[in-house]
């Protein structure tokens, strides 16, 4: 087996865990990513634990058709990345994107191409991807966020994952915060206007002098749905051969929910155009799944995916996002 190591990075994991720690979201629109410096320091963290060389770093995302993007092309460009590109399916969600990885690290493994894996990825979904590695005589390093309010000490990685893993490293905090930067401004950026079409401008009627343009028109906010008080929220159990229960909430639970939804709220609403605040408000109480997802991916990583999955949080988190839209519209 060659003795170089080889790098696999769960964009998804990564940028969503980066921008929690930065932007306060996982909103991508919300945060920048200096990619290159990011990859530089991921390589750099790989060699001092280790001291081996890299193969390549397999820098795995997801889009629309599984097409690569003006961003993940100029990724794939840097040198040693190779981008390995999944779909989005028609509800947000990412497709493909664990098997790939998956298979290359098996794939490596098997060809002995690298003794040492870096795995940057928390999904609990790879740990048999990474049991067959080991199998194959590779040693796998995962590199988390450092959290230290965490039993494991990472951010936002499954038990079941780092159990398996031959140990656990984390980046530097100060490679995240130099590489993520909040974007977020004070209100929506004007919609583009499209140019006209054909060399001349219309005619102007005889006798009639230019019309104004007209003020952009803003769908009527309706009031939100009343907050979710502590009191009524139960749980509700779903998962059938069990009995129904009925108790309140802790209170962190919707304190963490609503502060999600808030936060959500503030980072769409700076990272946005006007044109896209008018068609949500025009379909309200709708919600656009790349927001309910963020506004669930969010408060899963603060208090869990079965908490997170109860319909008293998710209707305090989609509550609390319209009422802050709602101040700053």
């Known amino acids: 087996m060659m003795h170089q190591s080889a790098i696999f990075v769960d964009a998804g994991f990564l940028l969503a865990v980066g921008g929690t720690q930065v932007a306060g979201t996982s909103l991508r629109s919300a945060f ?28 795995y995302d997801a889009s629309k058709d599984a097409l690569f993007t003006d961003q993940h092309k100029k990724i794939g460009l840097l040198p040693d990345v190779k981008v390995r590109l999944g779909r989005i399916s028609f509800n947000g969600e990412q497709k493909g994107v664990d098997l ?5 690290l098996v794939g490596v493994a098997r060809n002995r191409a690298a003794s040492v894996a870096f795995l940057v990825s928390g999904d609990d979904d790879l740990a048999e991807a990474v049991e067959a590695a080991q199998d194959l005589g590779m040693k796998v390093v995962l590199v988390g966020l450092d959290d230290p309010s965490h039993r494991l000490g990472v951010a936002s990685v499954a038990e079941h994952l780092a159990l398996r893993v031959d140990s656990i490293i984390t980046l530097p905090a100060e490679l995240i915060e130099s590489c993520f930067a909040k974007s977020v401004s004070a209100a929506p950026r004007p919609t583009p206007v499209a140019p006209t079409p054909g060399p001349f401008p219309p005619r102007p009627t005889p006798g009639s002098g ?5 003020p952009s028109v803003r769908p009527p906010v309706q009031p939100a749905a009343p907050k979710l008080h502590r009191s009524e929220a139960h749980l509700v159990y779903s998962s059938g051969g069990g009995a129904m229960t009925s108790d309140v909430y802790e209170g962190s639970a919707l304190d963490v929910a609503q502060e999600v939804g808030e936060s959500v709220a503030v980072s769409w609403y700076g990272s946005t155009t006007q044109g896209e605040l008018n068609e949500l408000l025009a379909d309200r109480p709708v919600l656009p799944v790349e927001i309910d997802r963020v506004l669930l991916k969010d408060c899963a990583q603060r208090i869990g995916e079965y908490k997170t999955d109860l319909q008293g949080v998710r209707r305090a988190l989609r509550d609390a996002f319209w009422l802050k839209l709602d101040q700053l519209v």
Request: a positive charge; charged letters at 30%.
């Open 100 to 104: 790939k990885l998956g298979l290359d």
């Open 32 to 59: 920048s990513v200096n990619y290159e410096k990011l990859i530089r320091g991921i390589l750099g963290r790989a060699k001092d634990h280790c001291g081996l060389e890299s193969l390549r770093v397999y820098w």
């Open 210 to 214: 230019p019309r104004p343009a007209p």
